[in-house]
């Protein structure tokens, strides 16, 4: 073998070197990612939803020990507490060895996904055909769901007060929905539309039935024998709709993608891609030095705003009856406290390239991203790490062998993006996004790389184990 020239050396030495997975990590560390994703893949199947990833999260947390806090009592190193808001979002928090006025580290991440939610009224009737009306939440591309099979997910709340859950479509043998599309033969007219008006809003409805109840007698027979099917399942009726949170999701499995198995598709990974791996690195992380805090948010695909988003005081509101258990102030916690805004990036794609800036995009299989700032038109939106907090950052991921990269969202003019970190900033956290980078993002069907989700869980794990 040659010996490497002084140019190489210095290359080496001096020049930042993007290392792929598949190159740079053992044959062991690549099965220890893909044995990780099973239950992983687990997890986006049986939440599709905010509701149900609380539930899981506190099921598994339950398993571990976690009990719910209670702002009353004394705590200690060791100590596991959860605290559910609502059933829509969560906290998880473990007392560390160090004084809580030390601050704790946090990773915050969000686990509602973009979806098409049922309107207050949704059932009608047009030509013989049931349909549910919807109103899309978060930034989709409508055109994307139509034709594909769909799943009714929610809770309705009943006139006196019992709490119905529903869940139609994801076992085997259950009936799935879909919003139709037009025929290409017939479609000149729609062809002619902007792509973001191919479908409209008002265009998404959800066919749910054609059969009529057998009574010549009665108006709307197709709608009514809906409502019938429903009320003798759920004990329901038409007016439960308005006091009812139902969202219509991808009917579909989580499933590995590609030849070599290399990739998780599935609905819903932004965010839940991050939310799992922080909720696997809290559950895994038993004795942390300082107290470690994970934040599972709602509403972070609308503005986070609402009382279960991280617009909302829950977070700070917890932080100071933890620390008002120790006699300290929250303010002083917060004040001293890091974190991570545990939040996915676009991953370059060969076939959309030019919304990329080569240099400064995440590439998948190459590790977990550092995104510096988000925002668009000029940073707006964003937190902006501090350059020591992203040196502290990327220094522990190098003394501890994660494989990381760094990346923005897209050329500076091409649109932009943001996440919840500017929120937590504002309560004068050190923050800086650290996520997964995903293909197909919004859609409905999107795609990770196996290496980089175990990256983000190893991130995470580390930032609450130093």
């Not at 008006?197 to 024998?225: M, Q, T, Y």
């Not at 970190?421 to 790389?449: C, K, Q, R």
Request: net charge negative; with cysteine; glycine share 8%.
């Amino acid at each position: 073998m040659s010996e490497k020239s002084k140019g190489q050396l210095l290359q080496e030495e001096l020049l930042i070197d993007r290392e792929n997975g598949g190159l740079v990590l053992s044959d062991e560390e690549l099965a220890q990612a893909s044995a990780f994703c099973e239950e992983y893949k687990e997890f986006l199947d049986a939440a599709k939803t905010e509701r149900e990833a609380v539930e899981y999260t506190i099921r598994r947390a339950e398993q571990q020990g976690y009990v719910p806090f209670d702002p009353k009592a004394t705590y200690k190193a060791g100590d596991k507490v959860y605290c559910d808001n609502r059933g829509k979002s969560i906290l998880l928090a473990v007392i560390g060895s160090e004084p809580i006025e030390n601050g704790v580290n946090i990773a915050a991440a969000h686990i509602d996904s973009p979806r098409l939610d049922l309107k207050p009224r949704p059932l009608y009737e047009e030509g013989q055909v049931a349909l549910f009306k919807t109103h899309y939440y978060g930034g989709i591309k409508k055109y994307q769901w139509t034709a594909i099979p769909l799943a009714l997910h929610g809770v309705i709340i009943k006139a006196d007060g019992e709490k119905i859950k529903v869940n139609i479509g994801e076992d085997a043998g259950d009936p799935v929905f879909c919003v139709t599309d037009l025929l290409p033969h017939l479609a000149v007219e729609q062809m002619k539309r902007s792509a973001n008006e191919i479908i409209r809003g008002e265009e998404l409805n959800v066919i749910v039935g054609l059969h009529p109840f057998r009574d010549d007698k009665a108006s709307e027979k197709v709608k009514l024998n809906i409502i019938r099917l429903l009320n003798e399942k759920y004990g329901i009726v038409e007016r439960d709709f308005l006091s009812a949170e139902l969202e219509v999701v991808p009917a579909y499995r989580a499933s590995d993608v590609g030849l070599d198995r290399s990739m998780v598709g599935s609905y819903g990974q932004d965010d839940r891609v991050c939310a799992y791996t922080a909720l696997k690195a809290t559950l895994d992380c038993k004795a942390p030095k300082r107290t470690m805090v994970t934040i599972l948010a709602d509403k972070e695909e609308t503005g986070s705003d609402g009382n279960t988003g991280l617009k909302s005081s829950f977070f700070k509101y917890f932080i100071a009856d933890l620390a008002n258990t120790f006699g300290v102030a929250g303010r002083t916690v917060l004040s001293h406290s890091k974190c991570l805004s545990a939040d996915v990036n676009a991953a370059f794609d060969p076939t959309f390239s030019d919304v990329n800036e080569k240099r400064n995009t995440a590439y998948c299989n190459y590790g977990v991203v550092i995104t510096k700032y988000t925002g668009s038109r000029g940073k707006a939106g964003t937190s902006d790490a501090s350059a020591e907090f992203v040196n502290e950052v990327t220094r522990l991921l190098d003394r501890t062998n994660v494989l990381w990269q760094h990346g923005e969202l897209g050329k500076v003019d091409a649109g932009g993006g943001g996440t919840v970190a500017a929120y937590l900033a504002n309560l004068n956290i050190d923050v800086v996004d650290v996520g997964v980078p995903v293909l197909s993002m919004h859609a409905p069907f999107e795609l990770t790389a196996k290496v980089d989700i175990y990256s983000a869980y190893r991130a995470f794990y580390e930032f609450y184990a130093q």
